[in-house]
């Protein structure tokens, strides 16, 4: 088995103090994927950003308290990347790439859409610009798994509300057209979907009113794996016996023998 976690802290510091450290320590993941780390590294002093047993990596929005991925690993990686060439990817630290012997695990955070126009338009500018990255990304010799938060859902089932909400950042048709031609052209799989069907199985919920008590949520949190990795995941899980965020960490277990 070959565990991969992800998840949007939405600030690593303020996870920390809600327990995420102490859950992760429990569930033996070989690689672990955090978006929206709000944090400078040299602010992380406490040992908990340092999980034992891991090779620990982040990558810094240059504006505080904002954005930022961060990726621990278990095998040492042979190289980590950081830049992809162009904004608002790499200045708000929101691509980390770890390369192992026969495949890559991408920790990624896309921009949000909702706050404004002007919002909306940067996450179309990324949307615009990663198409072709990932299509790049095929031509190279190995596997990758991408773990992101997407900000955007692909089908209704993947959300609660979908009805009122196509008009919406995140639901939006060309968003989702987006989605569709990374699936349908590139070939990238979503695993979590090629498991399961099941509807109601959400990973971010507002703060608002009791979205999370009545899990009126959005499957935000996924992971996309090139072709031939298709097929590979064996079992996932989203946890939410504990919050410690607005979004719920996302596990996949694939199949290590393909996964060196």
């Known amino acids: 088995m070959y565990r991969v976690i992800t998840c949007n802290t939405n600030g690593i510091r303020a996870a920390q103090r809600k327990g995420f450290f102490e859950w992760l320590a429990a569930q033996d993941a070989d690689v672990v994927c955090i978006q929206e780390t709000k944090a400078q590294e040299h602010q992380l002093t406490d040992d908990a950003f340092r999980p034992k047993g891991y090779h620990c990596f982040y990558n810094d929005a240059e504006r505080k308290g904002y954005s930022g991925t961060a990726l621990y690993s278990k095998e040492e990686p042979s190289a980590i990347q950081t830049k992809v060439g162009w904004e608002p990817v790499d200045s708000e630290g929101r691509y980390l790439r770890a390369d192992f012997d026969n495949h890559s695990v991408v920790s990624l955070y896309v921009p949000s859409g909702s706050s404004n126009e002007a919002a909306q338009g940067r996450k179309d500018i990324f949307m615009e610009h990663f198409y072709p990255h990932l299509e790049a990304l095929l031509e190279q010799d190995r596997e990758f798994i991408l773990c992101a938060d997407w900000n955007t859902c692909y089908q209704n ?76 995941a064996t079992d996932f899980a989203i946890y939410r016996d504990e919050r410690f965020s607005d979004h719920a960490p996302v596990t996949i277990d694939f199949v290590s023998s393909i996964l060196k």
Request: proline share 4%.
């Open 157 to 232: 089932l993947d959300i609660k509300n979908w009805r009122t909400n196509q008009k919406n950042s995140g639901f939006l048709p060309h968003e989702r057209d987006w989605l569709d031609r990374i699936y349908k052209n590139l070939g990238y799989v979503d695993v979590f979907r090629q498991m399961t069907e099941e509807p109601d199985l959400y990973t971010w919920w507002s703060n608002r009113g009791q979205a999370w008590a009545n899990n009126v949520g959005w499957r935000l949190d996924y992971m996309l794996v090139t072709p031939g990795l298709a097929g590979s």
